[in-house]
């Protein structure tokens, strides 16, 4: 079986510091997550993020968002929003982008310490990222009754 893998990277956070495709091997697995401030979508789907992360108290660094935005806006966004993310710029060629291939943001990735691509999603999908975020806990040996206690009030599919 050919396992798919986050292609090597080398992007600048929104300060212009450089972080590249290693730092994914500093875990068992990361999440991924591409998007675009203009995407009501994607401004959801991290926000619901960030609830998890705050209620289960994850390490900020099992997370990399990956803005499609130029530097300022994407400055504008974390401080806005009071992201505690790591942040990388994928503006303006997107190249790593254009290499994962998908069609519409928010684009979610969980990917092992090698790169590999374990489960990825499209736009918002409840029960995928349920999924997404019960094998990033497990992966790093995390006890979590319930990723979204208050389901009812998520939406089930929000299209990107």
């Not at 310490?113 to 990033?136: D, S």
Request: net charge positive.
């Amino acid at each position: 079986m050919d396992t798919r893998r986050i292609p090597e990277f080398q992007l600048p956070s929104p300060e212009g510091t450089l972080l590249d495709h290693r730092w994914l091997g500093q875990r068992p697995a990361t999440l991924l997550m591409v998007y675009k401030s203009s995407c009501a979508t994607s401004l959801f789907a991290l926000e619901i993020l960030q609830q998890v992360w705050q209620r289960v108290s994850l390490p900020w660094a099992l997370g990399l968002l990956i803005s499609q935005d130029d530097p300022e806006s994407t400055r504008t966004l974390v401080k806005r929003h009071g992201i505690h993310f790591p942040v990388v710029v994928d503006f303006p060629e997107y190249r790593l982008s254009r290499r994962l291939g998908f069609t519409t943001v928010p684009a979610l990735y969980l990917v092992n310490r090698h790169a590999e691509i374990l489960r990825q999603v499209q736009g918002f999908v409840r029960a995928e990222y349920e999924t997404i975020l019960e094998r990033l806990f497990e992966a790093h040996r995390l006890s979590v009754r319930e990723v979204f206690p208050d389901a009812a009030s998520i939406p089930r599919l929000k299209p990107g």
